[in-house]
T-cell receptor, first 114, second 114 residues
Framework: NAGVTQTPKFQVLKTGQSMTLQCAQDMNHEYMSWYRQDPGMGLRLIHYSVGAGITDQGEVPNGYNVSRSTTEDFPLRLLSAAPSQTSVYFC?????????????FGSGTRLTVV | AQSVTQLGSHVSVSEGALVLLRCNYSSSVPPYLFWYVQYPNQGLQLLLKYTTGATLVKGINGFEAEFKKSETSFHLTKPSAHMSDAAEYFCAVSVAANDYKLSFGAGTTVTVRA
């Protein structure tokens, strides 16, 4: 099994550009989420989804958009990139009882906005 | 709302010495507690978790943690550090099986001296 796959691994954007970070899992997990990691701040939840067609905001949702059309995929869209969105982005997934089961993380996307 | 505090952003230990990473949480309900490890340029990997039952939890790579409700703590220990333990460690909390959101601490970077 591939687990959670994130693409691309690295990306440089100019301010104002848009892009989509891809996340796919092959474990039939109901729950998927996006976190951003910044030095000294741990990981902060951006958006999450508890199943296909259902999404909700996390702690830091501004400037990001998500959709969940299939169980496998959960893309994260940056509508108009800003330097403050320079970060490392992680996608995570789990079974429906996620809190007790634990989460599987992807290897991350390192994004730089110049 | 729950929160997590990790005491000490950097910890340096000698090879063979005790590793102790401190984590305190605040939660209005019994928490689910996790420790994750992140090796350089990789995603997060689950070390161990506490959900219910025995308060001393054993994880991978010789790590263990003890849930102390009276102290609202979940400190991570390893009796003898190895060079391969050099990484960043995150404590995380979730409040219930029907709340999938993880709240992370800021992380503690461990360096191991030969």
């Amino acid at each position: 099994n591939a687990g959670v796959t994130q693409t691309p691994k690295f990306q440089v954007l100019k301010t104002g550009q848009s892009m989509t970070l891809q996340c796919a899992q092959d474990m039939n997990h109901e729950y998927m989420s996006w976190y951003r990691q910044d030095p000294g701040m741990g990981l902060r939840l951006i958006h999450y989804s508890v199943g296909a067609g259902i999404t909700d905001q996390g702690e830091v949702p501004n400037g990001y958009n998500v959709s969940r059309s299939t169980t496998e995929d959960f893309p994260l869209r940056l509508l108009s990139a800003a330097p403050s969105q320079t970060s490392v982005y992680f996608c995570a997934s789990s079974h429906q009882t996620g809190a007790a089961y634990g989460y599987t993380f992807g290897s991350g996307t390192r994004l730089t906005v110049v | 709302a729950q929160s997590v505090t990790q005491l000490g952003s950097h910890v340096s230990v000698s090879e063979g010495a005790l590793v102790l990473l401190r984590c305190n949480y605040s939660s209005s309900v019994p928490p689910y507690l996790f420790w994750y490890v992140q090796y350089p340029n990789q995603g997060l990997q689950l070390l161990l978790k506490y959900t219910t039952g025995a308060t001393l939890v054993k994880g991978i790579n010789g790590f263990e943690a003890e849930f102390k409700k009276s102290e609202t703590s979940f400190h991570l220990t390893k009796p003898s550090a190895h060079m391969s333990d050099a990484a960043e460690y995150f404590c995380a909390v979730s409040v219930a099986a029907n709340d999938y959101k993880l709240s992370f601490g800021a992380g503690t970077t461990v360096t191991v001296r030969a």
